[in-house]
């Protein structure tokens, strides 16, 4: 009975624990914290999709996120016109991408893969997305290595 | 120069493809250098080197696990972040890329395959339960893939290397192959260069040669002119005083002449008149070239022309014993032409039937008039116009060789003479003859009722 009870309550918060805890910290430099963001928080704002090829999958699939612009407006640094931003992921991988990239083009940091959630095995829970196929300029193999996954962490700023 | 100047498109179309060839080297060779880049993360290289990091990690995540200091979350995000490494290796242009290399991915899939079959011993994992006999297993069997992963590692480096050689030896190949034909290009640019300077050089030449010939014509005319002139002048005026002076010798003002001073008198009389002919259809012939020949046109009736100019031609007749005969002459045609020109026309088609026709025949002159065009005609029994002179027998000066038949004479400008005027008076002059048989001359010129009009009364 109480093993029973126990279940009921784990099935009904754990899920919501899940989509409640932070899974991307924005940083100012210095590591200093601007804003955090949940699954829920990430999905509560604008979302774009695009169907796009990569070299990391076998044909094409529907990404769907916020875009990268935004999460950088809304951690205060809109005015941003030129430098890059650092992108870490939970294995520590880190990349330098340029501001110009989702000034110019919509990159998101997808949460949904052909509408599905992404797991961290699947490289999920945050994957950034370029519509490589949207742009023939972004089949250049440069922009291979900013397809970061398994995002963590974003640091704007100098 | 002709050759360089046939040779201009070929060389052309040469160089284009030589461009797009070279274009085509660079793009070629762009690729070739992207993909000597193995550094980059999507080469497998760096996923396989991943993979035994990861697996590293995991390993030592494990080990401070069951040592008692390691929280179970780290154990569960290095077996997670593993995972997806093994299973992105068999996805997108990796997989495609390992294919190519035609290496042994078994030990991938063996760890994947693990990995999966200690999905429930990962989750089973709690903070008490730190000597979980499963947990030591898994961690047994995973320690193996670390040599074995560094085998896969060195083996993948190795193809890839292998196939970055052959790459950089097609850059090689590739970059000589581009000199070569840089050097192709600037060849044919040089060359075609030096076509543009000769081809210029030559243009400037050329005009200036064309100038100079101008200027020799110009002064050739001139020449010309002034020698028509000065034989119009000095030529004509004594000729006139000897014509005159033979004349009234034969008119017998120098009393009865011996009958062979007679006979001398009818030479000098008749080849000053043949020299005055020749210098009259001369001046002709200028007055045409220069365009100062005049017109005169007059209401004239044809058949009174013709009938009234027939006495003309009885001496002629009795020279060459041929007779005139006049044919239908369209009595009451009227025309509006120059009486004089008509005359000279008419006496160089008569003379000439006369000339070339046998002894003792005759000569026809007929006039129709089919609707608004007059044609008249001239027909002889004679020798006829030989093949190779009937195109060219209204040239200048061109006689008919008449060697084997008697001396006709004449200046070799009489059919000249009249196929101008004809011409000038809208008309045509034609002919046909049949060696042994004859020659008819036809001459034809507008003669419309609303020409009388113009005419001067």
């Given at each position: ?14 899920p ?9 910290t ?37 990404f ?12 205060g ?6 430098g ?45 997305i ?16 900013r ?12 | 120069?002709?050759v360089?100047?046939q040779?201009r ?12 060839f ?24 760096w996923?396989?080197?991943r ?16 040592a008692?200091?390691g ?21 997108g ?29 990962i ?18 069997e ?29 850059v ?17 640019f040089l ?13 400037t030449?050329?005009?200036k ?13 001139i ?32 009393g ?39 017109f ?9 022309f ?8 009885t001496?002629?007749?009795e ?5 005139f ?10 025309c ?10 008419l ?14 025949m ?43 038949e ?5 200046t070799?400008?009489?059919?000249r003479?009249?196929k ?6 809208g ?12 020659t008819?001359?036809?001459v ?12 001067p009364?």
């Amino acid at each position: 009975m109480y093993v029973s009870a126990f279940t009921a309550i784990l099935f009904v918060f754990v899920p919501t624990l899940l989509f409640s805890q932070t899974i991307l910290t924005i940083t100012g430099p210095d590591q200093v914290v601007v804003s955090e963001y949940s699954l829920n928080e990430l999905d509560a704002l604008e979302q774009t999709t695009f169907e796009t090829e990569n070299p990391y999958i076998d044909g094409s699939s529907v990404f769907s996120g916020p875009s990268l612009k935004l999460i950088v407006d809304q951690a205060g640094y809109g005015e941003l016109q030129n430098g890059f931003v650092t992108l870490t992921a939970l294995n520590d991988y880190q990349v330098q991408l340029p501001v110009a990239d989702f000034l110019s083009y919509d990159v998101i940091l997808a949460t949904r893969r052909d509408d599905e959630e992404m797991s961290l095995r699947d490289k999920g829970p945050i994957w950034v997305i370029y519509p490589m196929s949207d742009h023939v300029a972004l089949q250049d193999p440069v922009y291979n290595g900013r397809l970061i996954w398994q995002l963590k962490q974003i640091e704007v700023g100098e | 120069m002709m050759v360089l100047r046939q040779a201009r498109w070929v060389v052309f179309g040469a160089l284009l493809v030589l461009l797009v060839f070279i274009a085509m080297n660079l793009v070629s060779l762009r690729g070739r250098i992207d993909s000597l880049d193995v550094g980059t993360t999507s080469s497998p290289v760096w996923f396989v080197n991943r993979i035994e990091y990861d697996e590293l990690l995991l390993e030592r995540a494990m080990n401070q696990y069951i040592a008692g200091f390691g929280a179970v979350e780290a154990v569960n995000l290095r077996f997670d972040l593993l995972w997806s490494r093994l299973v992105s290796l068999g996805e997108g242009t990796t997989a495609a890329t390992l294919q190519d290399y035609d290496v042994d991915t078994t030990v991938a899939d063996d760890l994947l395959a693990l990995l999966k079959s200690n999905e429930a011993t990962i989750s089973a994992m709690t903070d008490e339960n730190l000597f979980d006999a499963d947990t030591t297993r898994f961690l047994a069997e995973l320690i193996p893939y670390n040599k074995r992963l560094r085998t896969f590692s060195l083996t993948v480096l190795a193809a890839s290397t292998k196939q970055a050689k052959g790459w950089r030896d097609d850059v090689v190949a590739l970059s000589k192959q581009n000199g070569l034909l840089l050097g192709l290009v600037t060849g044919a640019f040089l060359l075609g260069l030096a076509y543009l300077l000769v081809e210029n050089l030559r243009t400037t030449n050329s005009l200036k040669e064309k100038e100079n010939l101008l200027a020799d014509a110009t002064a050739a005319n001139i020449a010309k002119s002034q020698f028509i002139s000065v034989m119009n002048h000095e030529l004509r005026t004594p000729l006139s005083s000897i014509h005159g002076a033979v004349a009234l010798l034969n008119a017998g003002i120098g009393g009865e002449q011996s009958p062979k001073s007679q006979r001398l008198i009818d030479i000098a009389q008749s080849n000053s008149e043949q020299l005055s002919e020749l210098i009259q259809d001369l001046l002709d012939v200028e007055k045409f070239s220069t365009g100062t020949f005049s017109f005169d046109p007059q209401i004239v009736n044809l058949a009174d022309f013709i009938e009234d100019e027939l006495p003309a031609y009885t001496a002629l007749g009795e020279t060459y014993d041929v007779e005139f005969v006049l044919g239908n002459l369209a009595p009451g045609t009227v025309c509006n032409v120059d009486p004089v020109r008509l005359r000279q026309i008419l006496t160089n088609l008569v003379s000439n039937a006369a000339k070339f026709s046998t002894a003792g025949m005759k000569v026809n002159i007929s006039l129709e008039q089919p609707s608004d065009t007059i044609i008249l005609s001239i027909s002889d029994t004679g020798i006829g116009i030989p093949e190779d002179a009937k195109l060219s027998i209204f040239d200048a000066f061109y006689q008919v060789d008449s060697s084997n038949e008697r001396n006709v004479g004449g200046t070799g400008l009489g059919l000249r003479i009249a196929k101008l005027i004809v011409e000038r008076m809208g008309g045509k002059i034609w002919f046909d003859s049949e060696a042994g048989v004859g020659t008819t001359f036809y001459v034809s010129f507008p003669c419309r009722a609303d020409m009388l009009n113009d005419a001067p009364s």
